[in-house]
């Protein structure tokens, strides 16, 4: 009774999809599954990637120096600065990159890294880990 009414409010083209799926749902089930793995292992490659990228501006300027600079003037200091993408292809074995708010998988090269990591991600990441550093 149950199936029928489920059927109902699918339609024929849903009910399609949902015989396949029953007939397939082992495959169907593992293809999801391991497409979350590579993005949960994506997501956190992200973060090495933004640290790989900006190890160089860390060693350009000093913490207590980056410290003391408000968010606008990190700003203008990066756009100054020729960020080095391709170093965050040494960031990790895994291929791929995703950012936090994403299913999306990409692969890392420096055309993905700057759609990935907009100046603001980059500038909220210094003041965040010069304020603490500072603390």
Sequence with gaps: M??????????????????????????????????????????????????????????????????????????ALLSKWKIPWENGMQAGWFPFISSPHSFLLHLKNGRTFQMVFPIEFLVETIVRQTSSRRN
Excluded: C
């Design 2 to 75: 149950i199936d029928a009414l489920v059927r109902k409010f699918l339609g024929t083209a849903g009910s399609e999809f949902l015989d396949l799926y029953m007939q397939y749902s082992i495959w169907v089930n593992a293809l999801l599954f391991t497409y979350a793995v590579l993005v949960i292992l994506a997501r956190r490659n992200y973060g090495q990637v933004a640290q790989f990228i900006l190890a160089d501006f860390f060693h350009k300027y000093d913490n207590t120096t980056l410290a003391k600079k408000s968010p606008r003037e990190i700003r």
